[in-house]
């Protein structure tokens, strides 16, 4: 059966999966979504004993109809390989009543590499499938994770190009070092002289350019976005929540059919939308458990039906998670309301305006499936702490977010279902933050005397991906003003 997708703002024009992917945004502005969520109609004893690209596999191919079973294999296979430090991709791991499926075990060890690792294979497939001549450039402006994640992806892969643009003095000096020593002959860097929004609406307004895209098109290129909004970042994220539940009943943890519930700490809402797609396939998952950090917008979404991004932004030891805006939310209401694009819209362009908008108690009526809570700093320390002197197990700020509410969450309702917590991030990714949270006294020590604090106390070895940072050499000097932008991006393609 072909799936096809439109847009949650409007117009009854569909789309292919390929077409979804190729262009990222819907041209009304909204995003893609499946006219239907497929059924995940797999014996779970079959299930169990496939490995992860096995089970991307089955899981990609009912929302990637358009794609042919050798390309979709292709992509996979070239996705998840040796680029992960384990050939279980997404581990589970047990600890203190709680399963932690790590998502951090790709080449820049966060979980954007869980999608930001097929992307590039995904965008270049759709492309030859749509006729599309020009070479695919993606556009990406990041406050951290997510240009490196991107420029990891789509290094050296044939037919496209990637620029980066960060704020010069925003992001932490591993960040920076992670991406200014980026390889890859098609990969471009650039620090911008401002901060994130600004890099962010500079990005916006490139691909809204009309004479720069025509002479980029006249040159054989084409813009495309590697942002969390495109369906090729949502449906690569359904999977580690089939397999970690096929690995569980693998494990003897669960009975056939048995619920279980997932814990997320999110941001943008993609990665507890994966899950929620993955409950709506016939997964059975019980709970989806909403992990915030101190920008509790989603919390205060879920207890009160009103969305509110009118707010003081604040800056936590969780920074993949400092969001107002969660871009990804939008497909939720979409579907909640009935899919009625036009009640979508409405509420879009009030937050749009206002800043606030507030669902119909039908709506409300829809959310029982979701918990929502959030763990302030000293909760989110305590948490590493607690867990570390329980186990000995590590984890990183963003997982202590999402383990925090978990407790509150059991606390509150008893619920003694098993349970999966997404651990998205390596703590080596923020070692300052997590060996505080342990104790005080590694306060004066340097970032990489923490690093190797940081393996002897946790007795994990220092994943390559830091270990490289060590001796990388900086291939990316380039900076410029917020104005510069298009300028830069012409200098890279070749005066385009
Ligand atoms: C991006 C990110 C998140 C938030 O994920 P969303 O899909 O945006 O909700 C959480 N933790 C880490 C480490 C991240 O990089």
Known sequence: MELFYSSTRGSSETVTASQAILQGLAADGGLYMPTEIPTLNLDISKLSKMSYQET???????????????????????????????????????????????????????????????????MTTAAKKNHVKN???????????????????????????????????????????QMVTQKGKNTFVVGIHGNFDQAQTGVKKMFADPELN????????????????????????????????????????????EKINVTVPTGNFGNILAAYLAKNMGLPIDKLICASNENKVLYDFFTTGVYDKNRKFILTSSPSMDILISSNLERLIYRIGGNDAEKNAAF?????GEGRYEITAGMREQLTDFYGNYADEQETAAAIRTLYDKTGYVIDTHTAVASSVYSKYREATGDQKKTVIASTASPFKFPRSVMNAIDE???????????????SLANVPVPQAVEELRSAEIVHRTECEIEEMPEVVRRFLGNA
């Open 135 to 177: 070479e695919i450039v993606i556009l990406t402006a990041t406050s951290g994770d997510t240009g490196k994640a991107a420029l990891a992806g789509f290094a050296d892969v044939p037919g496209t190009k990637i620029i980066v643009f960060y704020p010069k003095n925003g992001v932490s000096p591993i960040q920076e070092k």
């Open 56 to 122: 991307a596999y089955e899981v990609m191919k009912l929302f990637l109809t358009d794609f042919t079973e050798e390309e979709l294999k292709d992509c996979i296979a070239h996705a998840y390989d040796s680029k992960f430090d384990t050939p279980e991709i997404a581990p589970l791991v047990d600890a203190d009543g709680a399963f932690y499926l790590e998502l951090f075990h790709g080449s820049t060890i966060a979980f954007k590499d869980m999608a930001l690792s097929i992307l590039p294979y995904l």
């Open 348 to 352: 879009m362009q009030a937050l749009n």
């Open 214 to 257: 025509a002479a980029l098109n006249e040159a054989g290129y084409q813009f495309s976005s590697a942002n969390s909004i495109n369906i090729g970042r949502l449906v690569p994220q359904i999977v580690y929540y089939v397999y970690a539940y096929a690995k569980l009943y693998e494990n003897g943890v669960i009975e056939k059919d």
């Open 441 to 455: 006294k590694y306060n004066s020590l340097n970032d990489f005397d923490l690093v190797d604090e940081l393996s």
